[in-house]
């Protein structure tokens, strides 16, 4: 599933390609992909402008002329290319947006689990997952004093937490793997019984992995492309997640994998030990 630096990578090249461009019309070839009728859809888009693309969390925000914007999850799959007009449709291709220039803007998913929200810009925070989503994963967004605050109240354990989304934005099962190994954290060590300094560790780690991952153009392991149709090329950085049975970069002990919260975890059964409370 794309997380944040993937959705961001999209994001910066849907903004160098798009950006600026009007859209002719829109074909809407599988009808449970948006949020409307799909004729409701292709006519409340004609002539519209594409103005710029922001990013909230894992969500695009395609913000167009007259006021909307089209809320746009990417879900497991879900990619972007640009073709020229007329371009065989690949089988995967779902949404199509013809451009007055001569291009498409086509929208591909193997799953067609992905999803399209046209709101009145404004209101987009109103659509479901948007509703509560946490903070972004930066140095000014993420403050120790919300962390601190959060992690005292939860009884869960980390890695779960850190993938709900009203917690922390962004964050996915890659990149949690990753930065409990950076901070030495077990996956199953309770959220409240962390101690201050690995709250600050973790938060330090979350901020810097996050924008490493987005300077290498995000993490490809199945089938994530950017809107230029290349492979990110964090994954080549990754030190647990995938590893499993390999040596630890940092002890050699070798990776372990696990089921938690029906999510693949990976991490280093010494660097990462499990500690109850009165022992941290």
Request: net charge positive.
């Amino acid at each position: 599933m794309p997380e944040l630096p993937e959705v961001e990578t999209v994001r910066r090249g849907l903004t160098k390609l798009v950006e600026g461009s009007t859209i002719k019309s829109v074909d809407v070839l599988y009808p449970k992909m948006v949020n409307l009728p799909p004729k409701d859809f292709e006519n409340a888009l004609k002539g519209k402008k594409i103005d710029r693309i922001d990013r909230r969390g894992k969500y695009l925000l395609i913000r167009l002329s007259d006021h909307l914007t089209i809320v746009s999850h990417l879900r497991m799959e879900g990619k972007y290319d640009v073709e020229l007009d007329g371009a065989p449709l690949d089988k995967h291709t779902h949404v199509v947006f013809h451009l007055t220039d001569g291009r498409e803007l086509r929208y591909n998913d193997t799953r067609k689990f992905g999803r399209m929200n046209l709101v009145d810009t404004g209101t987009e925070m109103s659509v479901a997952g948007l509703k509560t989503i946490g903070p972004e994963p930066t140095e000014q967004a993420l403050t120790l004093d919300y962390m601190t605050a959060i992690f005292k109240k939860s009884r869960k354990v980390i890695k779960p937490f850190l993938l709900d989304q009203s917690n922390i934005a962004g964050l996915g099962n890659i990149y949690a793997n990753e930065v409990l190994w950076l901070s030495k954290i077990n996956p199953k060590q309770p959220v409240n019984s962390l101690k201050p300094a690995q709250i600050k560790r973790l938060r330090k780690n979350i901020i810097t992995e996050i924008q490493m991952a987005i300077d290498g153009h995000g993490t490809t392991v199945h089938s994530y492309s950017t809107a230029y149709g290349e492979a990110g090329n964090f994954q080549n950085h990754l030190n647990v997640y995938g590893k499993q049975g390999e040596p630890c970069p940092r002890c050699g002990t070798k990776i372990v994998k696990i089921k938690l919260a029906q999510r693949g975890t990976h991490y280093c059964p010494k660097c990462q030990p499990l500690r109850g409370e009165k022992h941290e």
